[in-house]
């Protein structure tokens, strides 16, 4: 069921037979899905804007969809029903994040980003 909110943002509720949410159902409410939000967000917010224009759409794009495959991973496999199927999609998950700390790696050697900023994005990823 969707409920629009005030500012016109979409509220997806996970709801059983009755329409009654259930937060159980729903993998938002993962510990690892909430961090590797948290990791998505630090790039598109802080790494992202850092590249010069001309990595804008080479290394830019590649750290986009790494970092969109840590969470769409963790959400496509919760959504699988067996366990052994959604492993997979958690082992994908975990090899976007690891892809994603060489990015930052290849950032800061390149010196498109300080090393306060490595540091924070390191420690966030261990």
């Not at 970092?67 to 496509?76: F, G, L, M, Q, V």
């Not at 690891?98 to 930052?104: R, V, W, Y």
Request: proline letters at 2%; a negative charge.
């Amino acid at each position: 069921m969707y409920e629009f909110g005030e500012e016109g943002t979409v509220e997806y509720k996970v709801a059983d037979e009755e329409g009654t949410y259930k937060a159980y159902k729903d993998f938002t409410t993962l510990e690892c899905w909430k961090y590797a939000r948290k990791v998505k967000l630090f790039f598109y917010e802080k790494i992202i804007p850092k590249l010069p224009q001309e990595e804008k759409y080479t290394l830019g794009n590649q750290i986009r969809d790494a970092a969109i495959s840590t969470t769409a991973n963790i959400a496509e496999g919760y959504g699988r029903f067996h366990f052994k199927e959604s492993i997979q999609f958690y082992r994908i998950s975990r090899g976007s994040q690891f892809e994603l700390k060489d990015h930052l790696i290849s950032c800061l050697d390149l010196k498109y980003i300080p090393k306060e900023l490595f540091d924070e994005g390191t420690n966030l990823l261990e």
